[in-house]
């Protein structure tokens, strides 16, 4: 009898560790963890010896699905040549260890997401039905100085980062009267024949966000970017920390629910 009440209680603690675990850490916790981490083997700061071109990356902490564990993300600006990168990678529940990886939906390309006048601006829908916060924004590729392409993009985490393009735009400035011709396509991988992408208004690709996530309410959002050149310096002293807590401070007030639009979980 003794013996199965001390197996009863073993069970009881086992099983309550287990919950303590499995909570996320505190926030300053977490953010101890990813600066601690940043250059240690397999760390997430893409140092000098690892890439010719490191000085081309920013990071930034969030917490894009708001379950409470931070994610550090890491984007590489390409753009002219095709090199650009997207990572996310998000501490696992309680523990020290990251994990991430990045779907690109449908025929979807990686996108530059640090160009266009949205650097850094996003607009967050909240789809309540799939309880999912999706991260609206718009790459900007220049082709010479009157032509231009806008695309734009959607991303959400869900397990691995995933981003799913939703239509693109051209734009054309003439040199002789300096008038403006711009167009509205969708993805050339939503089209249904195989001549390209297929024509729509402009009206309509205003309007791609909510045809794709219906029912979902609006807010703006904010990612704080910190340039590889300017964090590299404290990522090697390991004192990264204050900059890693910027960044997420910034991310944490824009996505605040003063307004009562978004909630947090």
């Known amino acids: 009898m003794v013996l199965k009440r001390l197996y009863v209680l073993l069970m009881a603690a086992w099983l309550c560790a287990g919950v303590v675990s ?5 926030v300053s916790e ?3 963890i990813l600066a601690r981490t940043a250059k240690a083997e397999n760390g997430w700061f893409v140092q000098p010896t690892q890439d010719k071109d490191w000085n081309k990356w920013h990071y930034a902490v969030t917490d894009l ?3 409470g564990n931070l994610e550090i993300l890491l984007a590489k600006a390409g753009s002219f040549d095709g090199t650009q990168e997207l990572r996310c990678e998000e501490l696992n529940e309680g523990k020290w260890t990251r994990h991430g990886g990045i779907h690109l939906v449908g025929g979807s390309h990686m996108p530059d997401i640090l160009t266009g006048e949205e650097y850094g601006q996003f607009t967050v829908l909240y789809d309540a039905q799939k309880k999912r916060y999706i991260y609206l924004f718009t790459e900007t590729i220049m082709h010479g100085e009157f032509e231009a392409v806008h695309t734009r993009y959607a991303l959400w985490l869900n397990g691995v980062l995933q981003v799913e393009e939703l239509g693109f735009s051209t734009w054309q400035l003439s040199g002789y009267d300096g008038s403006v011709k711009q167009h509205y396509y969708l993805p050339r991988w939503r089209a249904t024949s195989t001549e390209g992408a297929q024509r729509i208004s402009s009206k309509r690709y ?3 966000a909510k ?3 219906s029912n979902s309410v609006e807010q703006s959002a904010q990612i704080k970017w910190i340039k590889a050149e300017e964090l590299w310096p404290l990522v090697k002293n390991s004192k990264p920390y204050n900059l890693l807590e910027d960044s997420f401070a910034v991310f944490t007030k824009s996505t605040s629910t003063g307004d009562g639009i978004l909630p947090h979980t």
């Open 65 to 67: 699905n708001h379950d």
């Open 206 to 208: 205003a309007q791609l």
């Open 211 to 213: 045809e794709q996530f």
């Open 22 to 26: 499995a909570a996320p850490l505190q």
């Open 30 to 32: 977490q953010l101890d």
